[in-house]
């Protein structure tokens, strides 16, 4: 029955605009619901609150983490901060401008982290892109971009992070076997949308900046702070060891406090527009919404052991640890990859596969982008759809296909190059 709601909520999403329902709402119902059936078939209620509360506290973290970005971003912008890229990026070449964007989402994304580069990144697209249509190919390789770009980094996504935590992989071996794969899972995808806006009829770029809101000064300075709040984010995690919701809720407050300082001089009426206030009403609720629905649905099948039943059954059915893991990618495309890792840490030990062993790099590549086949098979598609208005059954038209393909391109190569080392 647990099975069968999810389904059902997970249908009533992708089919969002047929029947007219906001997907954060069926999100919703489909996380509450899944937790109620989860309760009734559970004879212990202090277990199951235990469960959720647990669950609830992650979860929390990541809705933390996502509004705080979301501000930061939303506050460059309302600065007119991203015309300090966009007007540096004078080329008229589509391949050149779609070049630029996909290596921006893929190094940052190693930097950052796949969640916040697509946040500013698709922001910043929103402010090139001229054509609805147009912005939402691009935003869908930037997903690619970002969750392939965060693979090959201990930051970069949350699952390789798990596994770096986790002993599973160090930092010297993901960035030099998971790199290459990585690059090949966005070729691909890259290629495809590239001519898939060339055989628009007239150029859609624009380089010229918007009508500026504030003063140069004010607008470099806040672009570049911003920039140095999201970078300190796993900078701050390093120090400290706390999660990263806190260093996010960090540079939040000290962008809030550089804001002030900036407009303090200022009448109200003119501030109001340019403080935290005003722009963290801006930021998409629905979307954060429907993100935490998503996620507690996927913890109440991760608390019932549905997920990893589903994983011992394909090693059992399967047999073969390269399908195996190959599969789960594509898996991570429809539920999070989170408890889909979490599952194959605690069935598979280091005794089995020791420290970097090409099981556990291969995992890495695989759970990272095989999540972008599906647009809400990642946080950061979670987050580009919500950003966008990317309608499930328009990414499954256009994108997915080819994010299988750049997906299994990557694998291949993976497997070719160091599986047997």
Known sequence: MLILVFVLGYLAIAFEHQIRLNKASSALLTGVMCWVLYAWGNHDPEQVQHELLEHVGELSGIIFFLMGAMTIVELIDAHDGFDVISSQITSRSTTRMLLIITLLSFILSAVLDNLT???????????????????????????????????????GDVTTTMLWMGGQLTTPVMITHLLIPSIVAVLIPFLAIRTMIR???????????????????????????????????????????????????????????????????????????????????????????????????????????TLTELANGLSDQIGDNRMVVAVLGVLSSIVDNVPLVAAAQGMYSLTDFPQDHPFWQFMAYCTGTGGSILIIGSAAGVAAMGLTKIEFFWYVKKISGWALLGYLAGAITYLLLYWNQ
Do not use: C
């Open 117 to 155: 580069t697509t946040i500013v990144m698709v922001s910043l697209a929103s402010k090139l892109m001229k054509d609805e249509k147009e912005r939402l190919a691009v935003a869908a390789l930037i997903v690619i971009s970002a969750n392939a770009g965060g693979v090959w980094s201990p930051i």
């Open 199 to 305: 055989q628009s009829p007239a150029p859609t770029f624009s380089s010229a900046p918007e009508s500026g809101n504030s003063h140069p000064t004010e607008r470099n300075l806040v672009f570049f702070s911003g920039l140095l709040a999201l970078l300190f984010v796993p900078v701050f995690k390093t120090l400290t060891g706390l999660p990263p919701f806190m260093g996010m809720l960090f540079s939040l407050g000290a962008m809030w406090l550089v804001t002030e300082i900036i407009h303090s001089g200022k009448d109200l009426s003119d501030k109001h527009k340019l403080s935290v206030n005003y722009v963290i009403r801006k930021i998409d609720t629905p979307s954060i919404l429907f993100f935490l629905g998503i996620l507690l649905s996927v913890a109440a099948l991760q608390s019932a052991g």
